[in-house]
């Protein structure tokens, strides 16, 4: 599993690499942006995948604590298998609201180069439905407003286009940028709840733990020192996962910036500040690769 996700990361950085110095057309602003958005949305699925794991290892964790010498390893792993399994579910949707985004960001990079012979994707009809029903803690994940852009996106996704109207697909496409602003939110909140909710557990979790070894004064001096780095390695890796949702929100919000930047100018940005954007983009954006390939 981290080998796959790693491998879709480094493709996603091989493609963003070669979009960002092939094409010299009037529309290259475009597939430039749309490598990169795509490079924000290869980010997301580590980083569920990753909250799944975190949610079992929650479970077996707190087994760990709070089961003394009753503690059975064997069980607290299917304990921990049973009870995320609603997250799992939960999930699914979301990767597929992911691939949406994906899928909105590949079409721009089609739709620039010339490529309109066929649609641009799976069928999204139904996702907004599926999206209304995630919920974490009880409350629904996606507002309305948010459920309408989805049903709206994936629309333009489901159209099959035509060869002769290049300039109005992109500024079709592009007319689409407060909603997919309004999806890239969704998909941010949705990883800082789930995931970073995962993560405060397993710090409190972990900070209780120092606790109680240090409380413990009959301990095998060897025995404690090896929990101790172990807890001190805990704590590390939590923080660089945190600082990984940090990278994936400040690149999303750049992508927000320049896919505005490209609406507001037909997909031309040819001044220097106009540029600027997409530079800003690709460096939050080769910073995500770098902070999501560090916690995974």
């Known amino acids: 599993m981290r080998n796959s996700r790693k491998s879709k990361l480094v493709l996603s950085a091989a493609i963003l690499t070669a979009v960002l110095q092939t094409g010299c057309a009037d529309l290259k602003a475009v597939r430039d942006y749309g490598a990169l958005g795509k490079g924000v949305s290869a980010s997301f699925t580590p980083l569920v995948e990753e909250s799944g794991l975190r949610c079992r290892e929650i479970f077996e964790y707190r087994a760990l604590i709070g089961d003394g010498r009753r503690y059975d390893p064997m069980s607290a792993i299917e304990t921990g298998k049973k009870a995320c399994e609603k997250n799992s ?120 733990s120092r606790k109680i070894l240090e409380e413990k004064e009959d301990l095998d001096p060897l025995a404690a020192n090896v929990v101790k780095r172990e807890i001190y390695l805990r704590l590390e890796s939590l923080r660089e996962r945190q600082k990984a949702i940090a990278a994936y929100k400040a690149a999303t919000d750049k992508m927000k910036k320049a896919l505005a930047e490209l609406a507001a100018t037909d997909g031309k940005l040819d001044g220097k500040g106009q540029l600027q954007v997409l530079l800003e983009l690709r460096k939050e954006v080769q910073d995500l690769y770098k902070k999501v390939t560090a916690a995974l």
């Open 89 to 208: 579910e939960a999930s699914k949707p979301m990767l597929d609201l992911s691939s949406l985004m994906n899928d909105y960001h590949d079409g721009l990079i089609k739709i620039a180069g010339g490529d309109l012979s066929s649609s641009l994707s799976a069928d999204y009809t139904g996702l907004g439905t599926a999206i209304k029903a995630v919920k974490i803690e009880g409350q629904a994940i996606a507002a309305p407003a948010a459920v309408d852009a989805i049903n709206a996106v994936a629309a333009w996704l489901n159209k099959v286009l035509i060869a002769q109207r290049q300039a109005a697909e992109i500024k079709d496409a592009l007319a689409q940028h407060e909603r997919v602003a309004q999806i890239a939110d969704l998909l941010v909140l949705y990883v800082e709840r789930n995931y970073g909710g995962y993560l405060k557990d397993a710090t409190e979790q972990t900070a209780t």
